[in-house]
């Protein structure tokens, strides 16, 4: 399962990187947003993925689950939907001011 997971990942990455490179804004941002899903996953993946029971004291319980990844997780995905939030209006607003969501015409490098 670790395998398949990590699979996953490098293809959340791949596809991150590659809307990453591209010219437009919009998919920059869309590009980052994937590759914050990507390392929650090997986050996840890399806390194990494996059965136990609750972590609480006095339990007969020999093994249990970290509860820290998830906890990171959680901390990630609502650090990302604000950020994403935030460079989706300030992406709104410079189409709206300038016009235009290319980032070559933000430059200035009209003749490329």
Do not use: W
Request: glycine share 10%; with cysteine; aromatic share 6%.
């Amino acid at each position: 399962m670790e395998t398949l997971m990590s699979i996953l990942v490098g293809l959340l990455f791949s596809i991150g990187t590659y809307l990453i490179l591209s010219k437009t804004l919009l998919r920059i941002v869309l590009g980052a947003s994937i590759i914050s899903h990507g390392v929650n996953l090997l986050i996840l993946t890399m806390g194990g993925l494996k059965k136990g029971g609750l972590p609480l004291l006095g339990g007969n319980n020999l093994s249990y689950t970290d509860a820290l990844p998830q906890a990171l997780i959680l901390t990630a995905i609502v650090i990302n939907f604000a950020v994403t939030a935030l460079f989706l209006v300030l992406c709104y607003r410079t189409y709206q001011v300038v016009g235009t969501d290319d980032s070559e015409q933000l430059r200035g490098n009209e003749d490329e």
